[in-house]
């Protein structure tokens, strides 16, 4: 069956970096648009970043915006973020998923298939 699944995350101290990636099986990514999401304790999922199917259109929220970068690679059916300069605010769980809106004009409205999420816990 069709699966996104994440990995990487891991505790780091303020500072540090960090690369996550998300493993489709069961199905090809080559069309699809792509986006990263995270979720604090205590509050609402928030998407970070997306990217186009071709990767040529890249979005990010204004908090990640200049330390992370999202990349694909559709020979092995993964998407990655590479996450520098980390700091506590980042500490979420991280989440892919299929970005409905193509990742054409920003971050995604619309999603479709969602990973489990891989936890990331960034230390003052």
């Known amino acids: 069956q069709a699966q996104l699944v994440e990995s990487g995350g891991n505790l780091v101290h303020t500072g540090e970096s960090l690369r996550l990636s998300c493993e489709a099986s069961?199905?090809?990514?080559?069309?699809?648009?792509m986006s990263w999401f995270r979720q604090a304790p205590g509050k609402d999922r928030e998407a970070v970043a997306c990217?186009?199917?071709?990767?040529?259109?890249?979005y990010y929220s204004g908090a990640v915006r200049g330390r992370f970068t999202i990349s694909r690679d559709n020979g092995k059916n993964t998407v990655y973020l590479k996450m520098d300069s980390l700091k506590p605010d980042d500490t979420a769980v991280y989440y892919c998923?299929?970005?409905?809106?193509?990742?054409?004009?920003?971050?995604?409205?619309?999603?479709?298939?969602w990973g489990q999420g891989t936890q990331v816990i960034v230390s003052s």
């Open positions: 998923a299929v970005d409905l809106d193509g990742c054409s004009r920003g971050l995604p409205r619309e999603t479709g298939r």
């Open positions: 069961g199905f090809s990514l080559d069309y699809y648009a």
């Open positions: 990217i186009s199917a071709g990767g040529g259109s890249k």
